[in-house]
């Protein structure tokens, strides 16, 4: 199983930008696909972004297509997602997810989660 730590969130006004990152360790970890996802309070966690474990495919969920964009390094064993014309509806905790095994919008799907990075995002 992979272990993953969240870090980069932080405060931001509309319009910023902020770059998270994922660290990942543990056994062959470029063998994982991997994800970002987000939750707020009372929410279920959404779906944010996934990429392939050969960078074969990306996909972004709706609300942050255009304005995010997910990279993954698997010399530094890391992945990335930039989050550029930040809004206040992405406030959340966002989540790292790595280890893949259904459907990559479906959070029960990934076997192995990051402890989450608070992003802010206000007037």
């Known amino acids: 199983q992979v272990t993953l730590v969240d870090s980069g969130g932080g405060l931001v006004q509309p319009g910023g930008s902020l770059n998270l990152s994922c660290a990942a360790s543990g056994l062959k970890y470029n063998n994982y696909d991997m994800g970002w996802w987000r939750q707020t309070p009372g929410e279920e966690r959404e779906f944010v972004a996934a990429i392939g474990q050969d960078d074969d495919w990306i996909s972004y969920a709706d609300p942050v297509k255009g304005r995010f964009t997910l990279e993954r390094d698997n010399m530094k064993n890391t992945v990335s997602l930039q989050m550029n014309n930040l809004r206040p509806a992405d406030t959340a905790v966002y989540y790292c997810?790595?280890?893949?095994?259904?459907?990559?919008?479906?959070?029960?799907?990934?076997?192995?989660w990051g402890q989450g990075t608070p992003v802010t995002v206000y007037s």
């Open positions: 997810s790595g280890d893949r095994r259904g459907p990559a919008d479906n959070w029960a799907a990934w076997r192995s």
